[in-house]
């Protein structure tokens, strides 16, 4: 237990240049998913690195959502070579598949656990003149390196190398007429943790960041155009599982 301790405490130094390290996260290329949008930018107000949203627009009249099935066909695995998960399991297919899955789901949950808005999430696509449709595409992934992870309690540091990114491209469309309402892409790292039990696990981090941005996409939408603040993701956590 002690000599635990002294090892988490031995990374409290890195504490400092490792928020700047996660902050900095230079955005993904964007993909054909997002091909014929109007020009993201950068809006303050939200957490997400490019965004639109229609003018005026009001969500108020919507009461049911649809989320399409993750789009995997332009997901890019980072940092593929130096992988292990890569010699075990034969490639990345499988995961991007499996992972695409989880996407969805996250998304269907933020939106049924909202807590100012009861959406009733629809498994089929309608034409109901009070649904959204949420389109998601995964652009990039970064499984995590769990032996350098576990090398970290070994040598301060090392698991900084473990660096775990996500990107991803999300269109909010009225289900009726198919006008494009909102569209964002954001790419994220994970935060900075002095005991990151998440990164132990190939894909746990990846999936924290996709339930983070479900949350946000939920409360952006409950916004609408009104200019309030949604708060990032914090840089920091003391523990990550």
Known sequence: ?????????????????????????????LSPFVDGVPI?????????????????????KYRQV??????????KIKLAVLNSRRLLNGGYQKDIVREG????????NAFEQS???????????????RTLKVETALVQMTPSRVELEAAGYVVPGVSLLNTVAVASEVKISDARTGDLLAV???????????????????YKADRNIIRDWARQTERWIERGGSGAQIYESLPFLPVAW
């Not at 002690?2 to 890195?14: A, E, H, T």
């Not at 807590?115 to 003149?129: A, E, I, L, M, P």
């Open 184 to 202: 964002f892409a954001d790419r994220q790292k994970s935060p900075f943790a002095l005991i990151d039990l998440s990164k132990f696990s190939y």
């Open 66 to 75: 649809y989320i399409a099935p993750t789009n995997t066909d332009y997901t």
């Open 40 to 60: 993201m930018s950068r809006d303050k107000s939200t957490s997400f690195q490019r965004s639109w949203m229609k003018p005026g627009v009001s969500f108020d």
């Open 115 to 129: 807590k100012k808005r009861n959406w009733v999430v629809v498994d089929q696509f309608t034409k109901d003149r």
């Open 1 to 29: 237990m002690i000599s635990r301790i002294k090892i988490i405490l031995k990374k409290v130094p890195l504490l400092v240049g490792s928020l700047a390290f996660v902050s900095c996260t230079a955005p993904a290329p």
């Open 101 to 108: 899955v989880n996407f969805q789901k996250n998304f269907s």
